[in-house]
């Protein structure tokens, strides 16, 4: 196998990767950022709306313990206080690196920055830039600075096998180049895992395509541990119709009125203080029993009403508006047909405050990371972790690697997953199974079983079926030609990781044996007074579960 | 229900042809799924997210650039639906530019 040596190693280019490799280029350390798709264009950065952030447009009654006391509030206990100190700590600087970088922040009628309001979040504090584009101008400030930095490359549609380690510690990964399907040992003094969520583990999400939960098999098979896998959020109210936008994101939820299908205004029954504009796990827990009930629409969502406050909706989220309004939904005068769909993981690689997970050399940052938000994130806290802890892991990472006197040259490093990988794409000229039904079997039984509304029966039925599709990989039948991209190799790939998440988020579950957070389980419907985390890990090649109190 | 047939200039030199269900509404990328889904496993083409925003799923459509997520599955002046990779830049297989 080839190999190619640098000294951090990057695993994602949306803004925790790019921000990771562009903070950690200040050193004089070599950092490679390799991404499964196209660098920059690729994760959920894309399509984030808005920033939560602290700065000159603070509100008078803003302070770092008022934001930090909402993010606390809103994870349901599981926040850790490590992690939410590090995020309103670093929010503002860092946000100051990226308006120097370049970035303009949408600005009202009187030229002052617009700052808006968003569920759960006491005071307002959300920012944005490209009129509600704002992770994609962040990608492209943080894309623009990372080509000028002379030890920065870049490297496109390059999946990772597995992550190998040297003397117990991380030390390089063993990847495929898609465009000729060829594999390379990467040998590098550490890694940063920011490969994104789990959206693409069900069957509707408001996740890009390459959000198969990548980084949480790595990092298992690694030796690190997962924090919290059970605390999934469902964006409460994405589209069901029309299925080209199935699993879009209405971030308007707040200024429409929610109605079943008798014409009530359910969220009367469950929150009737602050009706529709409550946290992402009530609404979604509501909508799922409304159509539990039976009191769902054709579609199996509810309806949504936003032509109350159509001007507003216009003004602030153009882009879902006219994207509606393209395909034939003008919400301006027509109800919206939406429901649940999976959208964030709370949980993840459990890091320190610099973003190192518990197995030395390998750091984690972004969604991939786990512990910051608890059982419940609140809208704009994504962009802001991924600057945050991309920052902190890019810095952390290169002292250590500064620290480091060399690369693991010449030691052999052991691989087994990729060898296996490996070998069955070699062999599959004989198989009989499409790689992407795999992928869309886990889809199904992780939609069916595994969703806003959870009992231990159904998650045993996951953790059968997951079992079944994990054999059923080992006889994957790939035919396209071996010399060239082949998209049945990269779906092959992707099943196997995401088959491996989601024993992780069952195992996480069927642990959790009380409803907290996104968590809610029919079976135990209460919260408990203690609060215990679960932790996965893999052992000796088998998937452990323990709880843990403070972490 | 009535069918789409649809064209698409791929590696090699080769210039394939597929007919499937014409569905109102549905986009040029599902189009493009249901093929590789149904009639041609070893199909290349990219995209993620499916909004219009990381235009990686950019292909000329009857002849015209355009976002496969975003484009209505529909037939050209000469009644097919004709996709082919962007001309500018290495392609890497089929509808997949180099990024």
């Keep these: 196998?080839?190999?190619?040596?640098?000294?951090?190693?990057?695993?994602?280019?949306?803004?925790?990767?790019?921000?990771?490799?562009?903070?950690?280029?200040?050193?004089?350390?070599?950092?490679?950022?390799?991404?499964?798709?196209?660098?920059?264009?690729?994760?959920?950065?894309?399509?984030?709306?808005?920033?939560?952030?602290?700065?000159?447009?603070?509100?008078?009654?803003?302070?770092?313990?008022?934001?930090?006391?909402?993010?606390?509030?809103?994870?349901?206990?599981?926040?850790?206080?490590?992690?939410?100190?590090?995020?309103?700590?670093?929010?503002?600087?860092?946000?100051?690196?990226?308006?120097?970088?370049?970035?303009?922040?949408?600005?009202?009628?009187?030229?002052?920055?617009?700052?808006?309001?968003?569920?759960?979040?006491?005071?307002?504090?959300?920012?944005?830039?490209?009129?509600?584009?704002?992770?994609?101008?962040?990608?492209?400030?943080?894309?623009?600075?990372?080509?000028?930095?002379?030890?920065?490359?870049?490297?496109?549609?390059?999946?990772?096998?597995?992550?190998?380690?040297?003397?117990?510690?991380?030390?390089?990964?063993?990847?495929?180049?898609?465009?000729?399907?060829?594999?390379?040992?990467?040998?590098?003094?550490?890694?940063?895992?920011?490969?994104?969520?789990?959206?693409?583990?069900?069957?509707?999400?408001?996740?890009?395509?390459?959000?198969?939960?990548?980084?949480?098999?790595?990092?298992?098979?690694?030796?690190?541990?997962?924090?919290?896998?059970?605390?999934?959020?469902?964006?409460?109210?994405?589209?069901?119709?029309?299925?080209?936008?199935?699993?879009?994101?209405?971030?308007?939820?707040?200024?429409?009125?929610?109605?079943?299908?008798?014409?009530?205004?359910?969220?009367?029954?469950?929150?009737?203080?602050?009706?529709?504009?409550?946290?992402?796990?009530?609404?979604?827990?509501?909508?799922?029993?409304?159509?539990?009930?039976?009191?769902?629409?054709?579609?199996?969502?509810?309806?949504?009403?936003?032509?109350?406050?159509?001007?507003?909706?216009?003004?602030?989220?153009?882009?879902?508006?006219?994207?509606?309004?393209?395909?034939?939904?003008d919400l301006a005068s027509h109800l919206a047909e939406a429901g649940p769909a999976a959208h964030f993981i709370m949980g993840g690689i459990w890091i320190d405050g610099d973003a190192a997970s518990t197995t030395p050399g390998l750091y984690a940052a972004g969604e991939s990371a786990g512990g910051l938000h608890g059982g419940n994130r609140l809208g704009n806290n994504a962009l802001s972790e991924c600057i945050v802890f991309g920052a902190r892991a890019g810095k952390a990472a290169a002292r250590e690697s500064a620290r480091m006197k060399s690369i693991t040259d010449g030691v052999p490093l052991q691989t087994k997953k990729a060898d296996k990988i490996i070998n069955v794409i070699s062999n599959s000229e004989q198989g009989t199974e499409r790689s992407y039904a795999c992928k869309k079997a886990v889809q199904t039984l992780m939609g069916k079983y595994v969703g806003v509304v959870r009992s231990t029966k159904e998650l045993l039925q996951a953790k059968a079926e997951i079992k079944a599709i994990e054999e059923k990989l080992d006889q994957v039948k790939i035919t396209s030609s071996p010399d060239f991209y082949s998209k049945e190799i990269l779906d092959y790939i992707e099943a196997v990781h995401m088959v491996t998440t989601a024993q992780a988020i069952v195992e996480a579950a069927l642990t959790r044996k009380e409803s907290r957070g996104a968590h809610h389980n029919k079976n135990f419907p209460e919260q408990l007074t203690e609060v215990k985390h679960t932790i996965v890990k893999v052992e000796n090649g088998k998937m452990t579960v323990q709880e843990e109190g403070e972490v | 229900m009535s069918r789409l047939v649809v064209k698409i200039d791929r590696s090699e030199m080769r210039t394939d042809q597929y007919e499937i269900d014409l569905k109102t509404g549905r986009t040029v990328l599902e189009a493009v799924e249901a093929i590789y889904h149904h009639h041609d496993p070893s199909l290349a083409y990219r995209y993620s997210c499916r909004t219009g925003l990381c235009t990686t799923c950019m292909m000329l459509i009857n002849g015209k650039p355009g976002l496969s997520c975003m484009k209505m599955a529909e037939p050209g002046e000469n009644g097919v639906l004709h996709l082919a990779p962007l001309p500018k830049g290495r392609t890497i297989k089929d509808l997949i530019k180099e990024v």
């Design chain 1, 1 to 329: 196998m080839d190999e190619i040596i640098t000294d951090i190693l990057v695993i994602g280019s949306g803004a925790a990767g790019l921000a990771a490799s562009v903070y950690a280029a200040e050193s004089s350390q070599q950092i490679l950022v390799i991404d499964k798709g196209a660098i920059g264009r690729s994760g959920s950065t894309v399509g984030a709306v808005q920033i939560a952030s602290l700065g000159s447009w603070s509100h008078r009654e803003d302070s770092l313990d008022a934001y930090q006391q909402d993010i606390r509030e809103s994870g349901r206990g599981l926040s850790s206080p490590v992690l939410t100190d590090v995020l309103v700590q670093d929010i503002s600087a860092r946000l100051e690196d990226l308006l120097q970088w370049g970035l303009k922040l949408d600005k009202n009628e009187h030229n002052d920055i617009l700052v808006a309001a968003t569920s759960g979040h006491t005071i307002p504090r959300s920012i944005s830039s490209k009129k509600g584009k704002t992770g994609l101008a962040i990608l492209q400030v943080l894309t623009k600075r990372a080509k000028n930095s002379s030890n920065i490359k870049r490297w496109s549609d390059v999946i990772t096998l597995e992550l190998v380690k040297a003397n117990g510690r991380v030390a390089g990964a063993v990847v495929l180049d898609l465009k000729e399907n060829k594999s390379y040992l990467i040998r590098c003094k550490t890694v940063i895992l920011a490969t994104g969520g789990i959206g693409q583990l069900y069957s509707t999400t408001s996740n890009p395509a390459q959000s198969t939960g990548d980084g949480f098999a790595l990092s298992l098979t690694a030796g690190a541990a997962l924090v919290d896998m059970e605390q999934i959020q469902f964006y409460p109210v994405s589209l069901i119709h029309p299925p080209s936008l199935s699993g879009l994101c209405l971030s308007f939820y707040h200024l429409a009125k929610l109605y079943n299908r008798n014409g009530e205004r359910f969220m009367d029954k469950y929150e009737p203080e602050t009706m529709e504009n409550t946290t992402r796990d009530k609404l979604a827990i509501a909508i799922a029993s409304e159509v539990e009930e039976g009191l769902g629409t054709p579609g199996g969502g509810v309806w949504v009403d936003a032509t109350g406050n159509i001007e507003e909706v216009k003004r602030q989220f153009h882009h879902e508006y006219q994207l509606c309004l393209d395909r034939g939904l």
